[in-house]
């Protein structure tokens, strides 16, 4: 019996995996993207299609580990100081976006003939968006670090502290039977959570890099792998336990490891279970998607798909446009963040509880929420589509085809029309690419063929030929988009030559640490210029300027080596200044 039962898990594991590996293919193939694959792979195999595997929600609560461990590895991309310059962001446009959603989409289930209470719960639910999506596309495309990504992932991030509020207040719509039973009272709840967040963050400050520290000194690799999910598991316990999301606990301990020497080891622990679990939580949620339900009551359904997403997506694209986004940043935001969410699920299963909603509707509501995201990755699509086909009617633009450059440049101002030269004076094939298509057509008429493509886009780089590329340069004027390339390449291209240009020391450092080869600051070699020239102009002979240089040039590299492995300061005395005693720092900023 147990040789039985043991076969018959394996056969379910089999099917998932094998229904993975043909269908995400295939409709990636047809350019409808992963997440659609799994989606349509989990309808045909489950309890509504061949019926192969039967307990949908049972995958889907394991799996939920998945977009846990996305949101981990989100959070060790965040340090706390770039966390807190979101905190705008985060608790103004996710009140705003939310608030307005709110109202808005519990008007459209009045509009239905529901009661307030159930239509403002209907409506709540719908408003928290699919982290698991919206991170995951925006994770194919390269855009997470973007800012347009970032505001995104702070209304994502407001989303989920609203767990705690909103259950507390589906707690007030219940009937005083099913209330005074069930309920935790909200200040015991919200105590709880707070509590929860506390203890984390003290793990997290006291506890995690002594930690990781010891188990370092083992060399055991497997030990390692096994420590950082317990780091991302406990956290997302301690969460639950509090009231809060899984996934914010992970982003915090994040955060909390984004600053650790262990980061990038964490990363590359972490990156097969979260790849693995994430396409298991989303063929879960198409092998939930009751096909029965929505045989019965479809034209409700289909109605409430169609009037909630398209509410939700009129009004995120409101409030894009009056927090001065652009059009197109607006759109793309409002198709994005269109659908509902998995922690609808959650809210809708305790109004069910509580009696604030019936069985039929939680049923509707389900359905509607499952569409919801199954359509969402189809929207994307046919608006990336859409997008692309706009783009490249530009005239003298073009976008980047299987090129198969030696050396790849990303950027083509004037540092990469410089930097390029080197390479073109020994016949080497270069393939560019831009994104600003006046760059592009004013490159043309000095000869040159410059492809539109931005290089931070893991697609971009792989059709303008990174991975065949010996070296890449990155020559973008922009220290932030300079910083989302390296990290993207090195991602893509663990093995390439990396160069980039730096804004200053700073940024240099930044780049060092996201592991591009070689950095040349920007400012660097024209004031060692102008300081040679000072020399000369002083009376200083040839040789004796050259040799001072170089050895300004020596201090400078043994300066920038102490402060990659130490900080900010950790090189200041190889700093030579004209003061006889030097003040202690006041500033984070380095000389440069």
């Given at each position: 019996m147990a040789a039985d039962g043991n076969a018959s898990q394996l056969v379910g594991i089999v099917t998932l995996l094998g229904a993975a590996v043909i269908g995400v293919p295939l409709f990636k193939r047809l350019g409808l993207g992963a997440v659609l694959g799994y989606l349509a792979a989990g309808l045909a195999i489950g309890p509504f299609g061949m019926a192969l595997v039967t307990d949908a929600q049972t995958i889907i609560h394991v799996a939920?580990?998945?977009?846990?461990?996305?949101?981990?590895?989100?959070?060790?991309?965040?340090?706390?100081?770039h966390l807190w310059g979101l905190r705008g962001q985060i608790f103004g446009l996710g009140s705003m976006q939310v608030g307005l959603c709110s109202l808005l989409l519990t008007a459209v289930g009045m509009a239905f003939g529901f009661s307030w209470?159930?239509?403002?719960?209907?409506?709540?639910?719908?408003?928290?968006?699919?982290?698991?999506?919206?991170?995951?596309?925006?994770?194919?495309?390269?855009?997470?670090?973007?800012?347009?990504?970032?505001?995104?992932?702070?209304?994502?991030?407001?989303?989920?502290?609203?767990?705690?509020?909103?259950?507390?207040?589906?707690?007030?719509?219940?009937?005083?039977?099913?209330?005074?039973n069930a309920v935790v009272p909200l200040l015991q709840r919200a105590g709880l959570a707070l509590l929860s967040l506390a203890a984390l963050v003290g793990a997290g400050?006291?506890?995690?890099?002594?930690?990781?520290?010891?188990?370092?000194?083992?060399?055991?690799?497997?030990?390692?792998?096994?420590?950082?999910?317990?780091?991302?598991?406990?956290?997302?316990?301690?969460?639950?336990?509090?009231?809060?999301?899984?996934?914010?606990?992970?982003?915090?301990?994040?955060?909390?490891?984004?600053?650790?020497?262990?980061?990038?080891?964490l990363e590359a622990d972490i990156e097969p279970f979260r790849g693995l679990l994430l396409g298991l939580f989303f063929l879960g949620v198409g092998m939930a998607l009751n096909l029965q339900v929505v045989g019965q009551h479809w034209p409700l359904i289909v109605a409430g798909v169609l009037a909630l997403m398209a509410t939700k997506a009129a009004c995120i694209y409101l409030v894009a446009r009056l927090t001065r986004s652009p059009h197109r940043v607006a759109l793309d935001r409002a198709i994005l963040m269109a659908q509902g969410g998995e922690f609808a699920f959650v809210l809708f299963s305790e109004a069910l509880k509580l009696q604030v909603i019936s069985a039929e509707v939680h049923a509707n509501m389900t359905a509607i929420v499952v569409l919801s995201m199954?359509?969402?990755?189809?929207?994307?699509?046919?608006?990336?589509?859409?997008?692309?086909?706009?783009?490249?009617?530009?005239?003298?633009?073009?976008?980047?085809?299987?090129?198969?450059?030696?050396?790849?440049?990303?950027?083509?101002?004037?540092?990469?029309?410089?930097?390029?030269?080197?390479?073109?004076?020994?016949?080497?094939?270069?393939?560019?690419?831009d994104n600003d298509p006046d760059?592009?057509?004013?490159?043309?008429?000095?000869?040159?063929?410059?492809?539109?493509?931005?290089?931070a886009r893991p697609d971009i780089l792989r059709a303008a030929g990174a991975?065949?590329?010996?070296?890449?340069?990155?020559?973008?004027?922009?220290?932030?988009?300079?910083?989302?390339?390296?990290?993207?390449?090195?991602?893509e291209c663990p093995r390439?030559?990396?160069?980039?240009?730096?804004?200053?020391?700073?940024?240099?450092?930044?780049?060092?640490?996201?592991?591009?080869?070689h950095v040349v600051r920007e400012t660097f070699e024209s004031a060692m210029q102008m300081g040679r020239l000072t020399l000369q102009a002083i009376g200083v002979d040839d040789d004796e300027a050259s040799g001072v240089m170089d050895e300004v040039r020596r201090r400078d590299a043994e300066r920038f080596a102490l402060e990659t492995a130490g900080g900010l300061f950790a090189g200041r005395a190889l700093v030579l200044g004209n003061i006889e005693h030097i003040p202690p720092p006041q500033h984070d900023k380095p000389a440069q």
């Amino acid at each position: 019996m147990a040789a039985d039962g043991n076969a018959s898990q394996l056969v379910g594991i089999v099917t998932l995996l094998g229904a993975a590996v043909i269908g995400v293919p295939l409709f990636k193939r047809l350019g409808l993207g992963a997440v659609l694959g799994y989606l349509a792979a989990g309808l045909a195999i489950g309890p509504f299609g061949m019926a192969l595997v039967t307990d949908a929600q049972t995958i889907i609560h394991v799996a939920e580990l998945g977009v846990v461990m996305f949101l981990f590895v989100i959070g060790l991309e965040m340090k706390p100081s770039h966390l807190w310059g979101l905190r705008g962001q985060i608790f103004g446009l996710g009140s705003m976006q939310v608030g307005l959603c709110s109202l808005l989409l519990t008007a459209v289930g009045m509009a239905f003939g529901f009661s307030w209470q159930v239509a403002f719960v209907s409506g709540a639910g719908f408003v928290l968006t699919s982290t698991a999506i919206v991170m995951q596309v925006l994770a194919e495309r390269g855009d997470i670090h973007a800012p347009h990504g970032q505001r995104m992932v702070s209304i994502l991030l407001f989303e989920d502290l609203l767990i705690v509020p909103l259950l507390a207040i589906v707690a007030f719509l219940a009937p005083a039977q099913a209330s005074d039973n069930a309920v935790v009272p909200l200040l015991q709840r919200a105590g709880l959570a707070l509590l929860s967040l506390a203890a984390l963050v003290g793990a997290g400050l006291w506890l995690l890099n002594p930690m990781f520290r010891l188990l370092a000194k083992s060399k055991a690799r497997e030990v390692m792998t096994a420590a950082a999910l317990l780091v991302v598991l406990g956290a997302a316990l301690l969460m639950e336990l509090g009231g809060l999301s899984m996934a914010m606990g992970a982003f915090v301990a994040g955060v909390l490891l984004s600053e650790s020497s262990f980061r990038h080891q964490l990363e590359a622990d972490i990156e097969p279970f979260r790849g693995l679990l994430l396409g298991l939580f989303f063929l879960g949620v198409g092998m939930a998607l009751n096909l029965q339900v929505v045989g019965q009551h479809w034209p409700l359904i289909v109605a409430g798909v169609l009037a909630l997403m398209a509410t939700k997506a009129a009004c995120i694209y409101l409030v894009a446009r009056l927090t001065r986004s652009p059009h197109r940043v607006a759109l793309d935001r409002a198709i994005l963040m269109a659908q509902g969410g998995e922690f609808a699920f959650v809210l809708f299963s305790e109004a069910l509880k509580l009696q604030v909603i019936s069985a039929e509707v939680h049923a509707n509501m389900t359905a509607i929420v499952v569409l919801s995201m199954a359509l969402t990755p189809l929207v994307v699509s046919m608006h990336k589509r859409w997008a692309r086909g706009d783009a490249l009617q530009l005239d003298g633009v073009e976008a980047p085809e299987d090129l198969r450059g030696t050396v790849l440049v990303i950027g083509f101002g004037r540092v990469g029309q410089i930097a390029s030269q080197g390479p073109l004076a020994r016949g080497v094939q270069l393939s560019i690419i831009d994104n600003d298509p006046d760059t592009i057509r004013a490159a043309a008429l000095y000869g040159f063929k410059v492809y539109y493509g931005d290089g931070a886009r893991p697609d971009i780089l792989r059709a303008a030929g990174a991975h065949h590329a010996q070296a890449i340069l990155v020559c973008v004027d922009d220290k932030q988009a300079a910083s989302r390339i390296v990290q993207n390449v090195r991602r893509e291209c663990p093995r390439v030559q990396l160069i980039s240009r730096a804004f200053d020391r700073e940024h240099a450092l930044e780049l060092v640490r996201s592991d591009a080869d070689h950095v040349v600051r920007e400012t660097f070699e024209s004031a060692m210029q102008m300081g040679r020239l000072t020399l000369q102009a002083i009376g200083v002979d040839d040789d004796e300027a050259s040799g001072v240089m170089d050895e300004v040039r020596r201090r400078d590299a043994e300066r920038f080596a102490l402060e990659t492995a130490g900080g900010l300061f950790a090189g200041r005395a190889l700093v030579l200044g004209n003061i006889e005693h030097i003040p202690p720092p006041q500033h984070d900023k380095p000389a440069q």
